[in-house]
């Protein structure tokens, strides 16, 4: 029972320099993006073991103590969101409705999936891994089959469909690999809304074939993977600095919102729709049994009113169904 406050003293401690880190170098040190791609509730029942060996030896100031840190490691570090006003409730404007969805390998039924878009009333659909791993492109034909009167546009593993007028679409190639995202320009309500489609790399924990092929070690794998998220910065940057209006951004970003990807995200001006309109984990991944938030919806423009993971089981991946105000021009 002695070594009591020096165990809760170490963990405080630890959970709180983790935090730290993975806010402010989890996109620069590889050691960190590796530490934060870990799940961290795998630690939470730490301090609530120490709680119930404090309440056992009747040290209450321990106890509180302990159950205190369980609370804002849950919130800091799993990433809890508490009920709140919607940042778009009884703003005018007009609602347009946005479900973004990783597809695992064009797993997903394309009939079910045009089921849900009808049942949630969505306006935009932004899919990720929308092509098999065989690379065919029957996936896509099936798709507008399933959606007819919707304009699709395309790039490799993304997919866009649109129930608005689509003006435009392009790609943006990273400066410094083959990876891109997808733009496509939609006319809603008298205003061009700017769609950004992406997904973004794991962190290559466990070797990839070409990985093993090359030789890659774990942080020649982290660091080489680190660098296409940092292109990903600097490309939605030149997005939003060319975008004339409002903008919206979805996919899988494979990274946890506790990161630096996501204050970077912030800083240029982004806002995180299940921050502002969504209530409790907003886990997306794994669909059976979720444990992180990796798939994200930001806006410039939109108000939130409403954002959740919706319970469907479409692929491993739980769809993100965004509720969103667009403000008058």
Request: hydrophobic share 50%; glycine share 8%.
């Amino acid at each position: 029972m002695a070594a009591l406050p020096a165990l809760s003293l170490t963990f405080a401690l630890l959970a709180l320099g983790w935090g730290l880190l993975a806010r402010a170098r989890s996109e620069m040190w590889w050691w960190v993006a590796a530490l934060d791609a870990v799940p961290p509730q795998v630690l939470l029942p730490v301090p609530l073991l120490l709680a119930w060996w404090a309440l056992r030896g009747r040290r209450w100031v321990w106890a509180g103590v302990n159950v205190l840190v369980a609370a804002a490691f849950t919130a800091a570090q799993v990433g809890v969101v508490l009920p709140h006003g919607p940042s778009g409730t009884g703003a005018s404007g007009t609602p347009l409705r946005v479900l973004t969805l990783n597809t695992d390998f064009a797993g997903t039924d394309p009939a079910r999936l045009a089921a849900l878009a009808r049942r949630e009333r969505v306006d935009l659909l932004t899919l990720q891994e929308a092509l098999g791993r065989d690379r065919e492109a029957g996936y896509e034909v099936r798709v507008r089959a399933a959606f007819p009167g919707w304009t699709l546009t395309r790039h490799d593993e993304l997919l866009t469909l649109s129930r608005r007028p689509v003006l435009a679409s392009r790609v943006i190639t990273f400066p410094r690999s083959p990876h891109a995202v997808l733009l496509t320009r939609v006319w809603v309500a008298g205003q061009t809304v700017t769609v950004v489609n992406t997904h973004l790399p794991t962190l290559g924990l466990l070797p990839s074939a070409s990985d093993t092929r090359l030789g890659r070690s774990l942080p020649q794998r982290v660091t080489r993977r680190l660098s296409v998220r940092r292109d990903f910065v600097e490309v939605v940057e030149r997005v939003l600095r060319d975008a004339p209006g409002p903008v919206i951004l979805a996919g899988d970003l494979n990274a946890p919102p506790r990161g630096e990807l996501h204050a970077r995200l912030r800083a240029l001006g982004l806002t995180d729709t299940f921050q502002a309109g969504g209530a409790g984990f907003g886990f997306t991944h794994h669909a059976r049994f979720g444990h992180s938030r990796i798939d994200s919806l930001w806006t410039r423009g939109p108000l939130a009113e409403r954002v959740t993971p919706l319970p469907d089981r479409l692929s491993d991946h739980r769809a993100l169904l965004a509720a969103l105000r667009l403000p008058a021009p």
